[in-house]
């Protein structure tokens, strides 16, 4: 059986991610979307709702799981027993910090092959802060993120729609 471990802030998740995560669900038995609790951020939503965000929007794919976590993402992946660390790459933006990371991993955790995922057309441009940006200036962020991080983003009063 195939895991992939899939980290990162998702504060919130955006369409960007759930594509990354269906599209990983495809190629490995099961994924686990990996919330990491970034304590030096700052942060929109606290870990319990960047989780409960999360779980919401990939009650669908039933081999997607998501978990907090607050150790480093290399010990994480063999506490979930991943083989594969999944990541997506945005045009140009991504590609340096991955490769940094990934070489940094590489050390830590030899056996852990990281898989990257260009993203789609649609979400080349879509980052959660970005979308947040776009959001509190009364921008329309329908078809970025699903309607319950909509609500969600409402609620915080990021967004005013
Ligand atoms: P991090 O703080 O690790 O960058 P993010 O939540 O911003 O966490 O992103 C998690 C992963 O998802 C990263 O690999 C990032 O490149 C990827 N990602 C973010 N937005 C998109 C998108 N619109 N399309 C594809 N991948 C994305």
């Known amino acids: 059986m195939t895991v992939a471990l899939y980290p990162g802030s998702f504060d919130p998740i ?23 609790s970034t304590p030096e951020k700052r942060l929109t939503f606290t870990l319990e709702e960047r989780v409960a965000l999360a779980k919401q929007a990939v009650a669908h794919l039933p081999r997607v799981k998501v978990m907090p976590y607050s150790n480093i993402t290399v010990d994480f992946a063999r506490e979930v027993g991943a083989q594969v660390l999944v990541r997506g790459l945005r045009m140009s933006a991504d590609y340096e910090r991955e490769f940094e990371m990934a070489m940094l991993n590489r050390k830590l955790y030899p056996e852990l092959e990281l898989v990257c995922f260009m993203a789609s057309q649609d979400y080349q441009f879509l980052s959660s802060s970005l979308m947040k940006e776009v959001a509190s200036l009364g921008g329309d962020i329908n078809g970025l993120v699903p309607r319950h991080v909509a609500a969600a983003l409402r609620e915080k009063g990021v967004s005013k729609m």
């Not at 955006?14 to 994924?31: C, E, P, Q, Y």
């Open 14 to 36: 955006t369409n960007g991610h759930i594509d990354i995560a269906t599209r990983a669900a495809k190629l490995f038995d099961k994924v686990v979307i990996g919330i990491f």
